[in-house]
């Protein structure tokens, strides 16, 4: 997965992550939200609502139940967004 | 990490939090003198924080009508409705909610927390969709994971968002339910109830209001926010608990949609739990009475909410954008938090800590909940304490 949609969301979303943590660390696809990032589930839930008004799109926060890292994350934005168009 | 030393992890952030052994969380309680006095350790305390909005704990008639029912009844039913049968008492407060509401339909559970969870996940399921607000209790999130809908949440009172979360659902809004609190417990606020209908009659969803906090508050006779507005009949389903206004445990549902009674099959948090007790019942009876009557009590309240409310604002504290018996000082670091409520404890009195992530933002809350039996003196002390700690919490990062 490749696609321009793709790299944009993966985009937006270290960009938000690493405001968030307000820390330096290199966020890659592969870190994990809770245990690297430190990002609580409110702060998750927050981040949520902004990358759906981004994109305009939908994300039930139920489907967070089996995202751990950034890549898990950015998958499910994606799939969600690839539906909806 | 094995599972026990996951737990181990987690209790030791929560001591990194509140260092020193300090037992804000769940704090012993001695004894209990009445409404608005108990005994922590070997302190005297002012009680600010309950949720005995019409101080009803020890109203005779509700202590009375609990002895009565204990005598005649004994202390359990010892099983669910569907299963033991449901008393005399269960399907009484059941008709006097749905009177009291001007509803078809009334169903008892034996907690609010249960009331929410039976209700959302039997009305909703795998496919269907519901949309919260972001401060929601923790039972209304818990009942729509329990469900299995999508949950999508809104801004926190902001119906510009809902709009637009309801836009993006195209025809899926025919199967969303709304849910949204009369008072919301964090800071107090009230929703904006009259936008939210309109918007739920333009896209036809279902409209779901917890009055957990607003039940006996609100409104002439205490039905809550639907009384206060005149919404009443625009609300589908009104959910609350026993546990605060009306001093007991337990949680209702009313509407008039009849479709409300299939819950009785299908909703788990119904079925598979023991009914309340007959004294809880009973009490919760002659509560509800008095709650109706009531409107003496809430006069009480509100003078007293609002002369506490003033006087905090006027100390220099930021508090929720509305007036109400639930009075949080939102204060910017869980240390200052911390340091306001013991300080506030070693001048006697009890209020509630929430540090986050319970608290929205990222804010810290120093919470007082208010009652009706209250003195003017006993406000005033809270309010004059407050006044003198302000200093003390600025200076202290
Ligand atoms: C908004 C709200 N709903 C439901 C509940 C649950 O009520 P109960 O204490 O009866 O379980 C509470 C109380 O904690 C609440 O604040």
Redesign the pocket.
Known sequence: MTDSNYDEIMQLLCDRLSSLTNSNAQISPETNLISQLSIDSIKLLNLIMEVEDAFDISIPINALADVQTVRELVDLVHKIKSVSQ | MNLLEKIDAAAAARKALLPNGVGAFGIPIEEVYSATEARIGDRRVLLLGTNNYLGLTFSPECIQAAHEAIDKEGTGTTGSRMANGSYFGHRALEKEFADFYQCSSSIVFT???QA?LGTISGLVGPGDTVLIDGDS?A?IYDGCILSGADIIRFKHNDVADMEKRLRRLGNRVETTLVIA?GIY?MLGDQAPLAEIVKLKNAYGCVLLL?E??SLGVLGETGQGLVEKTGLLQEVDFITG???KSLCS???FCVSNHPQLEQLRYISHPYIFTASPSPATIASTRAALELLRKGSHLRKQLWNNCTQLYSALKEAGYVLGPDPGPVIAAVVDTPQQALLLWQQLLEHNIYVNLILPPAAPEGKSLVRCSVNAVHTENQIRYVGDTFAKLYSVISSHS
Request: charged share 10%.
């Open positions: 907690t609010g927390y929410n209790h039972s609190e417990s917890d957990a906090h608990t026993f546990s445990i337990g949680g």
